[in-house]
């Protein structure tokens, strides 16, 4: 009675290799952290990938003509002897079977002391940021030997470390503005705009504990391990461990609405 979609590869690319950090002897997994796509200006598809240390953009194009009747190469693209050219034709494109071609286009590295767990592309499609458990970087997507470190939240003795960044999200049409999250369930809301380095929050988004519920896992159980803004802008929803938050972002006492996730 109805036709059910069947879904198939449409390409398939090695992103990253396993890598070894000889000065601290720390193997480097190819694993993939996070993927962001990149608003579509043209035909093509760029996308942004990341594993623990090193971000890199993609190309990723479709062809589906090919070009015939070159004058200096014969059929298998030999360059062919001048003098024995003797008339010229004009090149034209034949249909061919759909080809995707994926090609690296810029490597962002050696900007992350720690685990990178976040990368957002932001409003104004040219800067992206990349977050670990201790700091920020924010990116142009044309320089690849420098970023800006735009939160640092290392401690001067590593002892004295309470809490790390789990995720961190651009706002969607204001490029200044950017969310992060903490292990401690916590949101901070950060405008460029107020300084080069956004240790000083401008919102500070966290739900009262209820101290009679408190247990020796209340902090595994608060860790927010991601953070979305709306398609607005407006709200901000969160997951933890067990429950998925709505916040608005005139509201920092307490979540809009929270759903259990695990029951």
Known sequence: PFSQGEYN??????????????????????????????????????LLSTNDKTIKLWKVSERDKRPEGYNLKDEEGRIKDISTVTSLQVPVLKPMD??????????????????????????DYETYMSAD???????HLDITDRSFNIV????????DLTEVITAAEFHP?????????????????????????????SKLFEEPEDPSARSFF??????????KFSHSGRYLLTRDYLTAKVWDLNMESKPLETYQVCV
């Open 9 to 46: 590869v449409y390409s398939t690319f090695q992103s990253h290799e396993p890598e070894f950090d000889y000065l601290k002897s720390l193997e480097i997994e190819e694993k993939i952290n996070k993927i962001r796509w990149l608003p579509q200006q043209n035909a093509a598809h760029f």
């Open 133 to 139: 458990d201790l700091r920020i970087n924010l990116w």
């Open 218 to 227: 209340s902090e595994i159980i608060s860790s927010v391990s991601d953070v």
């Open 152 to 159: 640092d939240i290392k401690p001067a003795n590593m002892e």
């Open 98 to 123: 759909l080809m995707v071609e994926v090609s690296p286009r810029r490597v962002f590295a050696n900007a992350h002391t720690y685990h990178v767990n976040s990368i957002s592309v932001n409003s």
């Open 173 to 201: 049409h204001h490029c200044n503005l950017f969310v992060y999250s903490s292990s401690k369930g916590t949101l901070r809301l950060c405008d460029m705009r107020e300084a080069a380095l956004c240790d000083k929050h």
